[in-house]
Structure formats: structure tokens, C-alpha cells
């Protein structure tokens, strides 16, 4: 998978592709990440991204010429599946849809600030335009560190025991049971005798149910 991530702050990007399984990901070539300083593609001296909204009202409005220059020069090295635009305003971001984009090929995240785009920018190139919850972020970088996180987990390969992205939080709608390690005692606090038996038939059902009771408590919005 290829991410092309365009955006007027790239130094707050880089460091979550530094670190721990994104890292290990890039490392492995099993995703590639580019960084598009959007100012690289603004024209004059003043390296322009944004300007004053037509019809009055507070707030900057980011200008359509960088951002079509920057898609349009990366369209026409390849083919993307997907022009992905963070944006408080998008679709709420989730496991399925993580799911969903991490089968894609190669994708473009648009970083919106200040009031967002020119409308006429997610018009003529944005496909899909999410947000990662009802709270305002002063940028949608760090949006788009979590979706990328979300998604590039997901690719083959990137975790280590292959099958432990199916046993996520969210995965199947449940949210996880809880876990344990060592020591079995501590301070008095035990960990529940049957996850110590050996019985592994009878422990999957213990998470069976510990995980559906934990989502009934919590979050039985995702039961229905
Ligand atoms: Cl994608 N951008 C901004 N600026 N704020 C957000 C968001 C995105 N998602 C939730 N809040």
C-alpha cells in the first residue's frame, strides 16, 4: 500500500512513522508513506496556501490551486483508489471502514485546516471525507495519523501474530475481554482461576462471554 499524506504541517506527521509498528511496517516495505509539504505547490512569494473566505465570515479557507497542482502532479505518476479528505464534517471513522481502506492500493489524505478546503477541491477530487469524532481538532493531521495507524495495523504482515488484529476491539462489533499476565497474584488481586487451567475450550468461552458482557455494559449501542 502507498499513503501520499498532503499537508501545510508535515513536521507533525513525521513522528508517528518513526516509532514502534508503523515503523516496523515502513521498514518491511509493506506501506509507503509520503509527506507533501502543501507549500511546496503554492505559487508567489508568499507561498500562499489560504485566503479570505468570498461572502465574508471569520476564518481562512485553503485555496484550490497548491491542492489540485500536489493531486494532480501524484495522479498522473499512478492510479489512486481513493483521494481521502479528514474533516470534522466527514463520516465517523470505524473499524469497517479502517477494514475497508486498508485493501486499498494507493491513497491521498488531504490534511484540511483553519475553516477546511474550497469546496470546489473535494468536488473535483476528494471520494470519501472522514472524521475521527465529535470533537474540533485544530488540524486534521493528527486525524490522519490515526487513520493511517488504523489502517496500515490492518495490512498483511505489519502485526506480528496475524491473527491477533482478529481478535480487536470492534472486530465483530465486541469489544475485547480482559486480559492477563504475570504474576497470577498481586497484592492480593488474583487473575481468574480459569485462564490458569489449561481448559483452553472452556477459556474461549469464558472471553466469549466476558466480552459480550463487558459490551452490553459499555457500549450496548454496539449490539443492536
Ligand atoms: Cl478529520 N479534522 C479536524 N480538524 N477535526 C476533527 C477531525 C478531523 N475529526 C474529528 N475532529
Known amino acids: 500500500m502507498r499513503i501520499d499524506i498532503i499537508t501545510v504541517l508535515p513536521e507533525l506527521l513525521a513522528s508517528p512513522f518513526e516509532a514502534s509498528i508503523l515503523k516496523r511496517a515502513i521498514e ?22 489560504d485566503d479570505y473566505q468570498f461572502g465574508g465570515g471569520a476564518g481562512m479557507v485553503m485555496m484550490i490551486e497548491p491542492i489540485d497542482k500536489c493531486i494532480s502532479q ?14 470534522p464534517d466527514g463520516e465517523t ?13 494507493n491513497i491521498i489524505v488531504l490534511c484540511g ?20 469524532g465529535d470533537y474540533v481538532l485544530s ?9 493511517c495507524d488504523a489502517v496500515i495495523r490492518l495490512l498483511p504482515g505489519v502485526l506480528n501474530d496475524e491473527t491477533s488484529a482478529l481478535t480487536d476491539t470492534f472486530q465483530d462489533n465486541l469489544l475485547a475481554p480482559p486480559v492477563y499476565t504475570r ?23 469464558w472471553r466469549e462471554e466476558q466480552a459480550l458482557e463487558r459490551t452490553q455494559k459499555r457500549r450496548p449501542d454496539l449490539l443492536k
Not at 471513522?93 to 492500493?105: C, P
Not at 488540524?139 to 487513520?147: I, K, M, N, P, S
Open 28 to 49: 518491511k516495505d509493506l506501506v509507503e508513506v509520503h509527506l507533501h509539504n502543501l507549500r511546496d505547490y503554492s505559487s508567489g512569494n508568499y507561498k500562499q496556501v
Open 113 to 132: 485546516h483553519y475553516k477546511g478546503v474550497d469546496q470546489r477541491v473535494r468536488d473535483m477530487h476528494v471520494t470519501r471525507e472522514i472524521s475521527i
Open 93 to 105: 471513522l470505524n473499524q469497517g471502514i479502517a477494514n475497508q481502506i486498508s485493501m486499498k492500493e
Open 139 to 147: 488540524g486534521g493531521e493528527l486525524a490522519a495519523a490515526v487513520l
Open 183 to 205: 504474576p497470577a497474584e498481586y497484592k492480593g488481586l488474583e487473575v481468574p482461576k480459569i485462564l490458569l487451567s489449561g481448559d483452553f475450550p472452556k477459556i474461549e468461552k
Open 74 to 87: 501524484l495522479k498522473a505518476e499512478r492510479a489512486y483508489d481513493e483521494v481521502i479528505y479528514m474533516t
